[in-house]
């Protein structure tokens, strides 16, 4: 079965810094991708996806992210975090038809000033 | 625009209690989800529904029912067999279970609260 690892539930940075969020998945076959970002008390908004197409994927906000099949990982940038970055950052897969999304435990970011 | 809604936002349940949350779509889609979020979990699924009048069990379905005789609309009941029902409770849909490559939209969610 598939499933989702998000090294760090909280991650903090400075204004300006680099933001560097990290999933791993575990798929015997080609998975489909997401990152979700969540605020207080609202539901998840898709950042971006990664579906077979570029390795390396852009998503709203600035964020990016590069599937690499040899490290299964699908890690989420950004170059330079803005204080509304602070939120809740969810890696999910999907890798076969008929099952479900499956999320991580998720990722705090925190944007110090 | 479309998306989707779910009612009320917060609600308040008392003990033995069932209660039940309302989610509605008009985004067409097929398939529809309910998830729990709890801190430091993640989400974890509830129900399913690919087609209206069919729905199953996901990952923690003890102490939840739901319903399907619209595409639209999806609610979950939290009944008193619901031991620690707390939580966060967000409601999802998609297109179909063959389009799994667009993902998910997610309603704002319910903060549910047994005083």
């Known amino acids: 079965a598939q499933s989702v690892t998000q090294l760090g539930s909280h991650v903090s940075v400075s204004e300006g810094a680099l933001v560097l969020l990290r999933c791993n998945y575990s798929?015997?076959?080609?998975?489909?991708l997401f990152w979700y970002v969540q605020y207080p008390n609202q539901g998840l908004q898709l950042l971006l996806k990664y579906t077979s197409a570029a390795t390396l994927v852009k998503g709203i906000n600035g964020f990016e992210a590069e599937f690499k099949k040899s490290e299964t990982s699908f890690h989420l940038t950004k170059p330079s975090a803005h204080m509304s970055d602070a939120a809740e950052y969810f890696c999910a897969v999907i890798v076969e038809y008929g099952n479900k999304l499956v999320f991580g435990a998720g990722t705090i970011l925190r944007v110090k000033s | 625009d479309g998306g989707i809604t779910q009612s009320p936002k917060y609600l308040f349940r008392k003990e033995g209690q069932n209660v039940t949350l309302s989610c509605e779509q008009n985004l067409n889609h097929d398939a529809m989800y309910w998830y729990r979020q709890d801190p430091g979990q993640g989400l974890r699924l509830i129900y399913y529904s690919q087609i209206v009048n069919d729905f199953q069990k996901g990952d923690i379905a003890e102490g939840y029912s739901v319903s399907r005789e619209k595409k639209e609309s999806f609610p979950l009941t939290v009944t008193s067999a619901q031991k620690n029902p707390t939580a966060f409770y967000l409601c999802a849909s998609s297109i179909d279970e063959s389009r799994q490559e667009m993902g998910y939209t997610f309603g704002s969610g319910t903060r549910l609260t047994v005083v």
């Open positions: 798929s015997s076959v080609p998975p489909y």
